[in-house]
């Protein structure tokens, strides 16, 4: 039975938990098995967020202590924060998971902490939560389970058993921006261990070749974080980060957090009325294309456009400065060339690949297939594209692209835009700016 003081030390601590966005539940199946507790059929677990297939999934969120021996900057956590501070015993946390998963709140655990002591001790009791929870409590539910920098190979490996899925947060894509930040800190420190899980995880991968019941390592993968907005990096710094994350074979995802102005006090901060979430979001579009459109990072973001355009998603703004590249006929282009044009995503792709193989595929077909028209139609042809009057379309080339984005933008979007350009405050070409200590 929960008590009134567990439950107010999960409320703190679900508190600190919550600007840690890296967790996801995609990528792995565990089905129910007879004598376990839960499953994760589909890959479900994740707390208000939303699986491969489109799914709302929960999870319990939650740190195991918010004390820190860290004073980073950036963070709710830091060792000079006064803020109310909690920790929770390792048979606790195992009674809170088990509690709210048959009461039915929850699918998973997502579990990070503060690091208390060194990273070996927090790891250890870290390890000892999600080893119980499948071995004594049978919990079969997802589980992500973050890696602490600086943690022994012994016991990452250990907590690499029980994990479905493990991560270590970068938080700062340049090193001289992290120490700036978190002197404390290093980019070595987070990398060891993403290597050394990498390791095991393709370790395992052989082994089970050879040994069917060889049991099983991270088989979600690994995720990490980037702070977006705390630091003078431009957008095409972060994405060369990802690129060069999504080369290594166990990295899954990368997300993007917008900076959120906690420690106002703090000089080093920049001062954000607000999270650039416009930016945020057109990271997320950016490494969408990275993944899935197969688009490069200097075709993205360059030395003439080193940011995002906020007032449209990277693809049109790439199609915008390539009039070149286009009008892409659909009945004879290539599946990758049809891939880069707006409105047509990776799943309208394939079906007009494998539909044009029994006949023509017409603007009526492509409406069908989720083709959104009202950006496609200035980039394709397929040989009987007109509007509802029967006029020809004018395509980027005719229109010429400085007078065909207005018609792509909305006002909303630019008014978004131009409200996120106005909140950030820029940073000087030497120093951050210094914050208000009175908010």
Request: with cysteine; glycine share 6%.
């Amino acid at each position: 039975m929960l008590t009134e003081q567990t439950l107010e030390k999960l409320r703190i601590l679900a508190e600190s938990a919550k600007y840690d966005v890296s967790c996801s539940s995609s990528g792995t199946v565990r089905k129910g098995k007879q004598g376990m507790v839960g499953n994760t059929v589909g890959g479900v677990g994740i707390c208000h967020s939303f699986a491969d297939d489109g799914r709302c999934i929960s999870l319990l969120k939650v740190m195991l202590t918010n004390f820190c021996k860290y004073d980073c900057a950036y963070c709710i956590n830091r060792r000079s924060n006064d803020i109310p501070r909690a920790t929770l015993s390792v048979s606790e946390l195992e009674e809170i998971t088990m509690e709210f998963y048959r009461r039915n709140y929850i699918e998973g655990l997502f579990l990070s902490s503060g690091v208390v002591r060194n990273a070996d001790y927090t790891m250890e009791r870290l390890t000892a939560i999600v080893r119980d929870l499948r071995t004594i409590h049978h919990f079969n539910g997802y589980i992500h389970l973050k890696g602490i920098p600086g943690a022994s190979r012994e016991l990452l490996a250990e907590a690499g058993r029980w994990a479905d899925r493990m991560s270590v947060n970068i938080e700062i894509p340049r090193e001289e921006s992290l120490k700036l930040l978190a002197p404390e800190k290093d980019h070595q420190s987070v990398f060891q261990p993403m290597q050394l899980i990498q390791q095991g995880v393709l370790e395992n991968k052989e082994d089970r070749k050879k040994y069917r019941h060889t049991p099983r390592f991270v088989p979600a993968g690994q995720s990490t974080q980037m702070i977006v907005g705390a630091t003078k990096e431009s957008d095409r710094d972060i994405l060369q980060m990802s690129s060069s994350l999504y080369g290594q074979p166990t990295m899954r995802r990368v997300y993007y957090s917008g900076y959120i102005s906690v420690n106002t006090y703090d000089p080093r901060l920049p001062v954000l009325k607000q999270p650039p979430l416009v930016r945020e979001n057109r990271l997320y579009q950016a490494d969408w294309l990275l993944r899935f459109y197969q688009f490069k990072v200097d075709e993205i973001v360059d030395d003439q456009h080193e940011n995002l355009d906020l007032e449209v998603d990277p693809k049109l703004a790439w199609a915008l400065r390539h009039p070149e590249f286009f009008p892409v006929d659909i009945n004879t282009a290539a599946y990758e060339h049809i891939l880069r044009v707006p409105g047509i995503g990776t799943k309208s792709a394939w079906l007009i690949v494998s539909s044009r193989r029994f006949g023509r595929v017409t603007s009526y077909h492509l409406k069908k297939m989720g083709v959104v028209m009202k950006k496609a139609k200035y980039f394709i042809t397929c040989g009987e594209l007109t509007t509802q009057y029967s006029t020809p379309i004018i395509g980027i080339n005719e229109l010429h692209p400085e007078r065909l984005r207005p018609l792509l933008v909305s006002k909303a979007q630019q008014k978004r835009a131009a409200a996120e350009r106005q909140l950030t405050l820029q940073f000087d070409d030497d120093e951050p700016k210094a914050a208000n200590k009175d908010g």
